[in-house]
């Protein structure tokens, strides 16, 4: 599909082990976005990259949390050492340029839950 | 930074047009007014934006007030697949206008 797309869509792992989530983003769009949002809760903003650079990374919570992006597309999210607080759903989002005007297009996220 | 108020909820029936205020009292001049909305078990959805004049599109409008303290997005025919919690939020031209901050929004109920 032209969206973008997210996996897996549901991840469910144990207390102490890694994750990696995925975010493959609108072809052609040069920003990407990591955020979560917490049940019942609004989206906190992670990180932002403009190509594959990571100008923002002020939302990361912890050195726990880290991202990458390569060949100014697919993205990851790595969470080491899951904590049950980090059970959230993970969403990205992609736009054309990074700019006020610019919308953001979302995938329908990760759904992590560490047990 | 400048921020948003709405309200909690709201309830319309279907094919009624729908009206959701924003109030932005402490806008800048280079703020952008965004609309974003959310569905259930879904990423959030882009609406609509815009800076001093009402703007449309195939999904809402977005009226303006001439101080622009407030705006208003109307969504002229609402429909069942409307039911979602709709964000107003504001984008500064010269700073952290990448990300968005989200609020609480406002939940729209539609009646069949």
Known sequence: GAGVSQSPSNKVTEKGKDVELRCDPISGHTALYWYRQRLGQGLEFLIYFQGNSAPDKSGLPSDRFSAERTGESVSTLTIQRTQQEDSAVYLCASSFLAGPQQPQHFGDGTRLSIL | ?112
């Open chain 2, 1 to 112: 930074d400048a921020k948003t108020t709405q309200p909690n909820s709201m309830e319309s029936n279907e094919e009624e047009p729908v009206h959701l205020p924003c109030n932005h009292s402490t806008i800048s001049g280079t703020d952008y007014i965004h609309w974003y909305r959310q569905l259930p078990s879904q990423g959030p959805e882009y609406v609509i934006h815009g800076l001093t004049s009402n703007v449309n599109n195939r999904m809402a409008s977005l009226a303006i007030a001439e101080d622009r303290k407030s705006s208003t997005l109307i969504l002229h025919r609402a429909t069942l697949r409307d039911a979602a919690v709709y964000y107003c939020i504001l984008r500064d031209l010269n700073t952290g206008f990448q990300k968005l901050v989200f609020g609480t929004g406002t939940r729209l109920l539609v009646s069949p």
